[in-house]
């Protein structure tokens, strides 16, 4: 049996960071064992290449999960209480991390650096994080809107129409450069380097003037380069690929 990996190359990741992720830990491991590597970038490539990877079981591909943003963008559906908030504009942001979540000096510096941007922000919070915020008694400012959970497909239309995405997700990150929108990543290292290379994403931390002024700055900035990861068509190469090698 052979063992493929689709997109199994970490992009120039902080190693040090990258060992305490259970996850990353994993990546590393598949990544060693398969046999055939589709990676989403030649930075992707080079970094397996550092690794003792043989170049002849690596592909460059693009990344599948823009064929998957492109797919869904035609099935996303707009959260019904949307309307209710009557915003003209809006920030999506997204706070998960236990590293963020359980730390109340940090999670109360992300607060104050949401409120002092003084824009309207829409924050999907998971109960787990609305109760650490309750047992911190932090004060939340009234232009952040706690919103539940919210669905895939509901996720989908938000970061389709927001006009800036705050976050500590690895993955709303790429999602963000698959829309259009400028992200602010509350995090000191990300898997992600070539967005922060062009000028895409912001690595603020849990500094609340950097989260305000990287808001401020980046809000009505747009992307018009979206070939870092391929065009959409990752699918289809990797079959053509296994076909040839089959």
Known sequence: MKILTVLGARPQFIKAAAKKMPEEINRILTDQISDY?????????????????????????GDIMYDVSLYYKEKMVKPKWFDDLKLAKFILCTIHRAEN??????????FRGLAAAKKDIILPL???????????NLNIAKNIHIVEPVGYLEMVWLEA???????????VQKEAYFHGKYCITLREETEWIELVDQGFNTLVGCNAEAIKNGI????????????????????TLITDILSDIR
Do not use: C, M, Q, W
């Not at 787990?128 to 309750?134: L, P």
């Not at 401020?216 to 699918?235: M, P, Q, R």
């Open 37 to 61: 590597l589709f990676v989403p970038s030649i930075e992707a490539k080079k970094n397996l290449l550092n690794e003792g990877i043989s170049d002849e079981k690596i592909f460059v591909v």
């Open 101 to 110: 979540t359980d730390d109340i000096n940090k999670l109360s510096a992300i």
């Open 161 to 171: 129409n927001t006009d800036l995405i705050v976050t500590d997700s690895g993955g």
């Open 216 to 235: 401020i700055f980046n809000l009505d900035k747009h992307i018009s380069n979206k070939n870092l990861y391929g065009t959409g068509v990752t699918s």
């Open 126 to 136: 998971h109960p787990r994080t609305v109760n650490k915020i309750k047992e911190y």
